[in-house]
Structure formats: structure tokens, C-alpha cells
């Protein structure tokens, strides 16, 4: 897009630079107060709503770490191997008898350690006849033994409050004997598309007209996010349609409106005029691209994110801007995006006092360096450029300009790292 104005200051007021604005927008983004209790087979994905500790150690009891003999330490001669008579077995699962003292025991992988017993040689270390075993000099005193607790100590935080439940998490919850846990209940998002323009795959397409491609995309996304979604369509540039949709959205018990188009300075653009009536609009121009006009605020009482119309700008800020909101609003933890440093393998000239977010795959050369490969157009509009893209480059406000060979910081385009 060729522009002949100074855009940092185009359509009048400052361009608010990222960080700022969704640090003031939090507070518009209250986290829901709902929890529900559920099986740990059904808690995959979702928020904790409660800090659980361990009540009991992981493992219970110490026990060996590998198939071999148990023995007390004080038994074995420091510097030459040492004969033992066989006292007994011990298996997985069984009841642990103390071992006497000057003897060794056969005990198999996950077994309780005896009493008394502190030390396990491995099979492959040692020689036996059924009845002794010689046992070489030189292994340290524990070796082969897990310890209770080691694991899990009684007391450790399983999970936090605040953490999206993984399969590690079910697991650990599960070794401590918990059978449920108390998780938000999912965050309920109403999305709507806006513009005279757009039309529902499989209609036949007016002159003017493009299809809806940015509420399928964002639909994945929140489902990918963990979200409910309210699908409100598609809502002409219409004052009277923007509240209606505004308005049932409230009485379907949205906890977010998202929306995409209608926020900028275009005439036809009412999604904005609509929350500077009734609601509140903190801001609509940031200092980024793609996607400047966004709005964040709330209408009457529920918060609104508003994104660019144009589908990769769209796709973009719902990584950066909107998710951290719908994390905070869902009463998950916040988090620092994770990037990477990356080669970069491109030509790239900016403005100064924006965030330009640059779509790239990542692929590692023959050195087994990762190299960042830009797409070749750069427009708001052009969505191919997501779908072949694994992130995104931020190049910083005062960096106006990028050569083959230097670095730059990779985030992928996955809703678990992203924000």
C-alpha cells in the first residue's frame, strides 16, 4: 500500500504503541468468576481455578530404579568386590521386609526398597549362583534408589491456579490420587464479521463482493484457544444491526465480543461509533502493521476486541493483541511470548515508532541453523501469507531496516505460545 503522508500521525492522534494499550486494556478484561468441577478425563485444556498441593509423596516410598540387588552400603568393602548370601525377592507391588544386615535381595524395577536396604547394583554389574552374588567395588551409596518425594514432595503445588491443564498436569494430578479438579468454566466469545462487502461461502457473490474468510479463520482460532463461540454471522455497516448484535450478545451470556472490521476511519466503519455511544473505546490506531485500526474497549459491560478487516492483519493481531486479553479474561495465567532467535534471509525497510510483524517460515540450512524465509507480498488483505507462514518476526520500533545474515526474534503462530 503506497501512502504519501507520515502514517504515524494519519487520521489525526498519536499511534499507541502495543504494550501500552494492552496494559491499560486489562482492566476492561476482569477475569470470569465461574468455575465447574470435572473428572481429570475431561480437564485437558482447560484453567485451573484452584491451587492444588500434594497431600501424599510421589513416589510413596523409595524404591529401586532398576531390575538388580539391594543391600545396605555399610555392608560392601570399599576397595575390592564383595560376596553376599541372596535374602529373598521383591517385586513391584510388594510389602517390603527388612533386609538383614550382610545380606543382598533381588528386587525388580519399581519395587519398595527393603528396610534397611539403600543401595541397588544393576543386573548387568554383577554375578551370581542362586545362592550369593559378587558384587564389585566402587558404586556409591543410594545409587539406583529413588527416593519418596522425589517426584512429588507432600505439599509441592501439583498445579497452579491460573495454568492450562496439559497431559503431564492429568498425570501428576492423578499420581497423588486426585480424581477431579476445579477448572474455569470456558470463556464464552460472540463473533461477528461486519462490511456490506462480505458474503457467506456458498452464496453466489454480488458484484463487489468477497467472501467471509476472517470469521472461519478467527472461529478456529478461539476453538483452538479453548473458547465457546456465540457465531453471530455476518452484520451489514449498519448502526442499527452493530447494537442489536452488540446487545444479544449480552443476553446470550458472552464474556467477550470479538469482532472483525468496522474499526477504522472509513465511513462505512460503525463499530466504532456504536462503543463511543455506549460503551467505551480505549483505543482504535496502534503503532504496529498489519493491523493499526483495533479497537479495545467494552460495550456497556462486556469487553470488546475489535479487529482489522483485512484477513492476514486480522489473523496477526488476534496472535499479539487479542489473545493475551482472552487469556487474561479467562483467568489464565499471563506469559511472555516465547521467541526465538532466528537468521534472517531477507531485505526488510520500515517506519520508525511501529512494530512491523513480518510473516516467515523457519527452516533450518545445512548447518542446522534456523534461517527465517519472508513471504514475498506483504499486504494486510493477503491471507496466504498465514497459511504459509510458521510466525512472525517483530522488528522493533526503532529498527528501520533488516539485511540477509542478521537476527531476529521468531514467534510462532500457535495460541499456546504466542502470547
Not at 545409587?143 to 501428576?172: C, H, K, S, T, Y
Not at 467471509?212 to 482460532?221: E, G, V
Request: aromatic share 6%; charged share 20%; hydrophobic share 40%.
Amino acid at each position: 500500500m503506497a501512502q504519501l503522508a507520515d502514517d504515524c500521525f494519519a487520521f489525526g492522534g498519536r499511534l499507541i504503541p502495543l504494550e501500552e494499550a494492552l496494559e491499560s486494556a486489562r482492566s476492561l478484561f476482569p477475569p470470569i468468576d465461574q468455575s465447574q468441577t470435572l473428572p481429570l478425563t475431561a480437564a485437558l485444556g482447560r484453567v485451573a481455578a484452584e491451587t492444588i498441593q500434594a497431600s501424599r509423596a510421589v513416589p510413596p516410598h523409595d524404591n529401586s530404579a532398576v531390575d538388580g540387588y539391594a543391600v545396605r552400603h555399610v555392608d560392601l568393602n570399599t576397595s575390592e568386590e564383595t560376596f553376599l548370601p541372596l535374602n529373598g525377592y521383591a517385586a513391584a507391588g510388594d510389602t517390603p521386609r527388612p533386609l538383614p544386615p550382610g545380606t543382598a535381595r533381588r528386587i525388580l524395577t519399581g519395587a519398595a526398597m527393603p528396610p534397611g536396604g539403600d543401595t541397588v547394583f544393576m543386573d548387568e554389574d554383577v554375578d551370581t549362583d542362586g545362592e550369593k552374588v559378587r558384587l564389585p567395588a566402587g558404586l556409591s551409596q543410594g545409587a539406583n534408589a529413588r527416593q519418596a518425594g522425589e517426584d512429588v514432595a507432600i505439599g509441592a503445588n501439583v498445579v497452579e491456579a491460573g495454568r492450562r491443564i496439559q497431559p503431564a498436569d492429568l498425570g501428576l494430578l492423578a499420581s497423588i490420587g486426585q480424581e477431579t479438579i476445579c477448572v474455569k468454566r470456558p470463556l464464552r466469545v460472540a463473533l461477528f464479521s461486519t462490511g456490506n462487502e462480505v458474503a457467506e461461502p456458498g452464496e453466489t457473490l454480488k458484484p463487489g463482493q468477497v467472501y467471509d474468510a476472517n470469521r472461519a479463520s478467527l472461529y478456529a482460532m478461539l476453538r483452538q484457544a479453548g473458547a465457546e463461540i456465540i457465531d453471530l454471522g455476518i452484520l451489514p455497516d449498519q448502526k442499527a444491526a452493530i447494537e442489536t448484535a452488540f446487545v444479544r450478545a449480552q443476553e446470550t451470556g458472552a464474556d467477550l465480543i470479538l469482532t472483525s472490521g468496522g474499526v477504522s476511519a472509513g465511513d462505512h466503519d460503525v463499530v466504532r461509533l456504536v462503543l463511543e455511544e455506549r460503551g467505551e473505546l480505549l483505543f482504535w490506531r496502534l503503532a504496529v502493521k498489519p493491523g493499526r485500526p483495533i479497537a479495545l474497549g467494552r460495550f456497556e459491560q462486556t469487553p470488546l476486541i475489535g479487529l482489522p478487516g483485512n484477513p492476514a492483519a486480522a489473523a496477526v493481531m488476534f496472535y499479539v493483541a487479542a489473545l493475551p486479553l482472552i487469556r487474561a479474561r479467562e483467568g489464565a495465567q499471563t506469559r511472555t511470548p516465547y521467541r526465538i532467535p532466528v537468521t534472517l534471509d531477507f531485505t526488510h525497510r520500515k517506519k520508525p515508532n511501529r512494530i512491523e510483524f513480518v510473516r516467515v517460515q523457519v527452516r533450518p540450512d545445512s548447518t542446522g541453523t534456523l534461517v527465517a524465509h519472508k513471504f514475498p507480498r506483504e499486504g494486510a488483505g493477503i491471507l496466504s501469507s498465514i497459511a504459509w507462514a510458521d510466525g512472525m518476526i517483530a522488528l522493533e520500533p526503532d529498527r528501520l531496516s533488516v539485511s540477509p545474515g542478521e537476527t531476529g526474534w521468531f514467534t510462532a503462530f500457535d495460541w499456546r505460545v504466542s502470547a
